[in-house]
């Protein structure tokens, strides 16, 4: 098979898997849906409007955030030429976690801006790494170290406000592990327009971080404005990054996985390629977490964010140990 052909069947292959999982997401939990209920999914039956107000926006909420955690990793991975970074290692999930959780903690009537809150979190994180990396430019060096150090500091912070809150912890555990317990339309409805932003973004990305992942000397040989260029990849990865937080709060590792994941499958690991192949392996790995905690322990129910930090960690430690986690 040649390699367009493999792509091709890669692609569908991904598609299949991942409207299997939405069905099997909306249809098993703690209560079955039946067929009959499911087919009906969008007429006004009571049952039927229960489902799609729940189990819909729930799967939805998965995959929306599986996406757009795939599409942060890879174009991370790419800018920074480091197979190890992701938006929760960089510390642009502990910037929009923050803001989420000050905006639970202290906010609760404020919870229907949760994804604009969560981005302007993971802007000023952004911002804080790039200040703190501005040295003749962002070196991706630069850049991951200040994320690791700025990702310690927001945790710090968070802690500080679990210590002066702790009778509204509950509201805020499933955020901190991650998991999609409570989504409703609504919640999809506030995510949309940063969800489109991220999609038109895309189109515009793949030269840019193409050429930023074959090195500033050589991107700056063809012409490439590099700290423009990676300014506006890491804000466009931020903006992609705070649409995971709000949606699925800090559950980690699928941005990290998806990527690498699609690659393996694709045999492509240019832009172009990654980014249309990891976003569905994204959504299928974060619908897969869902379902593994509905199902695992049923009828008692456990957040996303716990099987994929299990299966994450595991995923993180092969990279670490390989070649594959080396910095180009």
């Known amino acids: 098979m040649n390699s367009s052909k ?3 069947a890669v692609i569908l292959l991904l598609a299949v898997l991942t409207a299997a999982l939405a069905v099997a997401g909306i249809k098993c939990g703690t209560l079955d849906i039946s ?23 729930r799967v939805l909420a998965a995959m929306i955030a599986g996406a757009s955690s795939a599409f942060a990793g890879t174009v991370l991975q790419k800018i920074l030429r480091n197979t190890l ?17 000050t905006l639970i903690l202290l906010f609760p009537s404020l919870a229907n801006f949760l994804t604009a809150g969560a981005f302007l979190g993971a802007l ?17 060096l630069r850049l991951i170290l200040a994320g690791v150090a700025i990702s ?5 912070l968070t802690g500080v406000l679990f210590i002066f809150h702790p009778d509204r912890l509950f509201p805020v555990l499933e955020f901190t592990i991650g998991g ?11 995510a949309l327009p940063a969800a489109v932003i991220v999609l038109i973004c895309g189109f515009f990305l793949p030269r840019r971080v193409d050429l930023l992942s074959i090195g500033d000397t050589m991107a700056h040989s063809l012409g490439a404005d590099v700290g423009k260029n990676r300014l506006f990849a890491l804000t466009v990865a931020a903006l992609a990054g705070a649409l995971t937080t709000a ?16 690659g393996k499958l694709t045999g492509k690991y240019t832009a172009k390629a990654l980014l249309m192949t990891a976003p569905l392996t994204g959504a299928a790995l974060m619908l897969t977490g869902d379902l593994a905690g509905r199902l695992l322990f049923a009828p008692r129910e456990i957040p996303a964010g716990l099987p994929l930090a299990f299966a994450g960690a595991i995923f993180f430690l092969i990279l670490l140990t390989g070649k594959s986690g080396d910095a180009e």
């Open 152 to 156: 310690a500091l927001f945790s710090a």
């Open 85 to 101: 970074a992701s938006p929760d290692i960089l510390g642009i999930s502990s910037g929009a976690g923050m803001a989420g959780i």
């Open 6 to 8: 493999r792509f091709s």
């Open 124 to 140: 000023i994180a952004a911002g804080i790494i790039c200040l703190a990396a501005w040295y003749k430019g962002l070196s991706p």
């Open 35 to 57: 067929w009959k209920t499911l087919l009906k999914i969008f007429s006004s039956e009571p049952d039927a409007v229960v489902v799609r107000e729940l189990r819909l926006a």
């Open 180 to 190: 999609f317990s409570g989504r409703s339309m609504q919640d999809i409805y506030n």
């Open 247 to 262: 949606l699925a709060g800090l559950a980690g590792f699928t941005g990290l996985m998806a990527p690498h994941i699609a």
